[in-house]
């Protein structure tokens, strides 16, 4: 199997190889039914260790791509099989190379309309053979919905990009999955706002460095009090290595 699935403090993660990446896209394409990809941050990771929709969204996504350091670092504590890290941004980018080269199909979600509108537009000039069949901002009153639904249902994409603007995130595909066909599902929130330009992507060598909250953090301060569920995140490595034993 090319996906090795592991659990890190019992939130599953999967294990899957950049070479990889194509085969695994191209297979969940010919799955029917709604698919989802799930990028997990550690914050995520600790969100989904409770009993709650997203816990179940993540349990429940076909992949599952750790893009935080420290789950890969507490993999190698717990002495687990140490997962790729994943940078969402260049992975958002090979999975639109891999549908633009079979000619698969895309759908854009959120964003305010002036922000989707350029990233469509430069989407459009930069994979100019991956047909975008539909696209709907974000911040929607909650009586558009159903329309949007039936949109994506009827489009039948072959990846719909959700973004900013869409309040349940991850879990917004993951709750209403039965109702639509065979398209996957991948949340990343500053997606249409980078394709737009409006917000700088995290370079390489620092996102290599682990240290893209550090971006987030300028972006938005209050970020600086995830420092305390991080802590939380060590003492449950320790306490998982300690006292808890693999069945």
């Known amino acids: ?27 969940l394409l010919v ?9 997990l941050s550690v914050w995520d990771l600790l969100r989904a260790r409770g009993n709650n929709e997203f816990a179940q969204c993540v349990r429940n996504a076909d992949l599952v791509l750790p893009v935080s350091k420290s789950i890969i670092r507490g993999a190698k504590f717990l002495h687990k099989p140490v997962p790729v890290r994943y940078n969402p941004f260049s992975t ?33 000039l930069t994979f100019k053979r991956l047909q975008i069949v539909g696209r709907y901002v974000g911040y929607y009153p909650k009586s558009e919905e159903d329309g949007i639904i039936e949109a994506i249902k009827k489009a039948s994409p072959s990846l719909v990009l959700v973004s900013e603007g869409i309040r349940d995130k991850d ?65 449950s490595l320790v306490w998982e290595k300690l006292f808890r034993k693999d069945k």
Not at 96 to 102: A, M, V, W
Not at 181 to 187: D, E, K, P, Q
Not at 216 to 222: A, C, K, S
């Open 31 to 39: 799955m029917s039914g709604t698919k989802q990809i799930v990028f």
């Open 171 to 235: 879990v917004w595909s993951y709750e209403r999955r039965d109702r639509f066909s065979n398209s996957i599902f991948l949340y990343y929130h500053d997606a249409l706002g980078i394709f737009s330009e409006r917000i700088q992507r995290v370079s390489e060598k620092k996102f290599n460095k682990g240290r893209e909250i550090f971006s987030e953090i300028q972006r938005n301060p209050i970020k600086i009090f995830l420092l305390f569920p991080f802590i939380w995140y060590i003492i």
């Open 92 to 124: 958002v980018i090979n999975i639109f190379n891999i549908l633009e080269n079979h000619l698969k199909t895309l759908y854009l979600l959120g964003g305010r309309k002036k922000v989707l509108t350029e990233a469509e537009n430069n989407l459009h």
């Open 1 to 27: 199997m090319a996906i090795q699935r592991i659990t890190v403090l019992g939130v599953p993660v999967d294990i899957l190889q950049p070479q990889n990446l194509e085969n695994e896209i191209l297979e």
